[in-house]
């Protein structure tokens, strides 16, 4: 270990150092408003941020650690997102528990252990340190979940997901003793793509890569590994459901990239078809249950579902170019993780926004989030309603919002894929795919139309609403701005499309 070695982790550092200060310097006991456990994770995430672009863009990948860690711009990208989506949770928590009376100091900590987890998984090019971050973020939100310990529901779900999650880590670690036997020895990502790159994959090593994507399926909530999710992400604090549906998702999905980066370096139909299937149940899956949702908050989690499967498109049309000098395939020009990055990008902003409104409309016992809840809401809160309605517009992938340019490149990649390998069945996934997107219209339309078309009912004509805290209303401007300047904006100070595009390509820089 050197100092190199120690800058290069301090993305993933301070939010722990933040944590345990915390800890440290704020009474839990203490009753009443405490300012200071959320200025210092902000603080803490703040600094994380500055880490990171004080190494973008990296020349080349450093690996640290004794190759346990990768340093480059794929992780580095990753981490920045799941810091702005972390300070997003914590500024819209701030109000939220203190509605509540449960302002506690331990809530302001778990967050950023949570975050800190899934930088490391992000990072991670072994087995052993992606197990230590799943579990260190896992660890933290089955507490978080479960964080109102009065209420039977936020119990239940805490329970569930802790049961489920469980489950997922012990089939990941049940494969990871599958590799380690198939790759003669290796949990090194890199050494799963020598032994395929090499031809010498073992029904070992394909049983294990089994059970590891079914473990990290249970994560992204991919069908049929989807059950658990309505009930945790209803039963749990809004801005915690806010926070698992973004920052998970992110760091899952990165995980995923790098895995299949290395699993594709050997052509494999079998595994291509699998995932095909579980695409389109997942979408299916997802979009069919959230026809049938009363519930805002629980709609948004069956799209989540629906949103995994967009997602696992692109997974499925991966495909690299071989690179002469190596002889491994090389994915530094993958349209469809180019897809995945811009995707995640969108999603994280407009599911941050929602949920942070949701936090702010939800009452005791997490009631007045139905549908009905809405109707009239733009007489008494014009700015939280068309603020709704834009989250709500990026989320179904209307043009003009960051969400359609993440759908249009998954689906787009899925096109070229089938005319550069003349697979129909490409071709047909992305036309289910948008198919499914049409069926999501409805429900995601259902709130403009609760809005702005269903009249104020007369019992809340009268009705005083609480005041919008300045933190609340920063989180939800910056992401109103930007979900529709990522989705047309010109480049102005180095902010729109096209910078957010050259920042996807430069994370793809580092991989093979």
Known sequence: MNWNEIFGIMPVLWPILAALAILVTCDSRKHGPKPLPPLLAVSGMGMSLISCWKLWPLDKPRELFHHAILLDNFGLYLAILISF???????????????????????????????????????????????????????????????????????????????????????????LAFVYGGTSGSLDLSGIGNVQAGGLSSPLLVLGLGFVIAGLGFKIAAAPFHMWLPDVYEGAPTPVTGFMATGVKIAAFGVLIRLFCQVYQAESEALR???????????????????????????????????????????????????ETSGYLDFRDSGAIQGILYYI????????????????????????????????LKVKQPFISMALCVFMLSLAGIPGTAGFIGKFGVFGAAVEASQSRADQSFMLLAVLGILNSLVGLYYYLRVPVQLYAKPLPEDKKHSVMPPRPMAFRMVIGASVVATLWLGFGPEIMNFGVEPAMRMVQGALTSLR
């Open 85 to 175: 989506c972390t300070i997003g949770t914590v500024m819209i928590s701030v109000d939220y528990l203190k509605r509540r009376e449960k302002n506690l100091t331990e809530f302001y900590a778990l967050v950023l252990f949570a975050a800190s987890g899934m930088m490391l998984m992000g990072l991670s090019t072994s087995f052993i340190t992606l197990l230590f971050g799943l579990e260190m973020m896992s660890i933290a939100f089955y507490v978080l979940v479960g964080f109102f310990r009065e209420t039977p529901r936020s119990v239940e779900a805490s329970i569930k997901y802790f049961l489920t999650g469980s489950f997922a880590s012990g089939l990941l670690i049940f494969g």
């Open 273 to 323: 078809d699998t995932l095909w299937w579980i695409a389109l149940g997942t979408m299916a899956v997802g979009n069919v249950a959230a026809l049938a949702q009363e519930s805002v908050k629980r709609m948004l989690a069956y799209s989540s579902i629906a949103h995994a499967g967009y997602l696992l498109v692109a997974l499925v049309v991966m495909q690299g170019i071989p690179n």
């Open 345 to 376: 990008l969108a999603y994280g902003i407009a599911n941050i926004g929602a949920f942070g409104i949701l936090s702010f409309l939800e009452k005791e016992n997490g009631k007045g989030l139905n549908f009905d809840d809405l109707q009239g």
